[in-house]
């Protein structure tokens, strides 16, 4: 039997020649001034010493302000995943409940999983193509102890408007529920909501410079959220020497410029969009559920042209050098029907992708 293909093995054997366009990673983040940050640390020796444990307080003091949240504690991680494992290890126990969606991002679940509780899966995959706050209600059980709010949400790029957030966190508030609020791709929307806003004492918010900011290899990221709260995931905290220095430094330069070069890399991110859509819409059985996204990336359905998604991604890699995800680890029901593609790329990788794309998708979809 042939082994699995292994995409991640081959995309970084191929890492120069490869369009990534398949883990929402940001490529269009201004380069120098995380370049000189990161030399310069290197230069001052900055690694043979550890970091301050707690990180540097001007990044943080940079993330308070950036989300508009003066009283919350910020806690700096080896991205936002291990934020992620943190509060669900700190915060759940076996038998407990967690409302969430299937698509979803699907690491959290395996980590709730881990904790000993689960997840009740609301099935999204029509429109509003997002959680209301009348299905969070609806599945609310006297086990549930979290809920967990992804806006704008991986995979389907949907994003929330401000009544949903609020609405959603007055549940959580009034239920006494835990609302984990992953905002990590919160900088591509046209218009954001922090549940944390509505909900201080109940929401944790975990953000990511690892995707935003295009420090992706870098791994930073973190959580906020107040006092007994905070403190009481952070027992938690694995990195109690502090995260990797070289990552401090270059998430503090990329804040320094993040107001100012937001605005043109969500541009090139709407333009990038229609250039895919455009493609998607001139082949029969394909189309993007949700359009316009309000994150870096959306999926394409191409359930009805009988085409396995996991064979396009391999077709797409190895014969086309571009890099897309199939949906099936992002939603164990409807991942089968789709393939996610990440577009705060050059325009050169999104078009060599729409011309790709079609070609890689005809030839499989011959008898």
């Not at 969606?101 to 904790?115: A, C, N, Q, R, V």
Request: glycine residues 6%; charged residues 25%; contains cysteine.
């Amino acid at each position: 039997m042939e082994p699995p293909f292994d995409v991640f093995g081959y995309a970084h054997g191929h890492f120069s020649e490869v369009a990534w366009m398949g883990q929402n990673t940001n490529h269009l983040y201004p380069k120098a001034a995380i370049r000189a940050a990161v030399q310069a640390a290197m230069r001052e020796a900055r690694y043979e010493e550890y970091p301050m444990p707690a990180g540097m307080e001007e990044l943080k003091a940079l993330l308070r302000e950036d989300y508009a949240l003066p009283e919350q504690k910020v806690g700096l991680t080896s991205g936002g995943t291990e934020a992620l494992y943190m509060i669900t290890r700190a915060l759940l126990n076996p038998g407990d409940e967690v409302v969430a969606s299937d698509p979803s991002y699907m690491i959290i679940h395996k980590f709730i999983e881990l904790s000993g509780a689960h997840t009740i899966n609301n099935e999204i995959y029509s429109a509003p193509y997002r959680l209301t706050a009348d299905r969070v209600n609806a599945s609310i059980t006297p086990k549930t102890k979290m809920i967990l709010l992804i806006d704008p949400l991986n995979p389907l790029g949907s994003g929330y408007p401000e009544s949903e957030v609020r609405a959603i966190a007055e549940i959580a508030h009034d239920r006494k529920l835990i609302l984990l609020n992953d905002v990590t791709y919160r900088d591509f929307a046209d218009g954001h909501t922090l549940a944390a806003k509505t909900a201080p004492e109940e929401t944790i918010t975990v953000w990511s410079l690892s995707k935003n900011c295009g420090l992706a290899g870098l791994r930073i990221g973190g959580l906020m959220a107040r006092g007994e709260l905070f403190d009481r995931i952070w027992k938690y905290n694995t990195n109690d020497l502090g995260i990797n220095v070289v990552s401090q430094w270059a998430g503090l330069a990329a804040m320094k410029v993040k107001n100012e070069v937001f605005p043109r890399i969500k541009k090139r991110t709407r333009m990038n969009q229609r250039k895919i859509k455009r493609m998607v819409d001139s082949i029969p059985g394909a189309f993007l559920p949700v359009y316009p996204s309000q994150g870096n990336m959306f999926v394409i359905d191409i359930s009805a042209t009988g085409v396995d998604p996991v064979r396009l991604q391999r077709e797409l890699l190895e014969h086309h050098n571009v890099f897309l995800r199939s949906g099936t680890y992002l939603s164990p029901k409807f991942g089968s029907r789709f393939i996610r593609v990440s577009f705060s790329n050059s325009p050169k990788d999104v078009d060599r992708m729409v011309q790709a794309f079609p070609v890689a998708l005809a030839k499989l979809r011959t008898p």
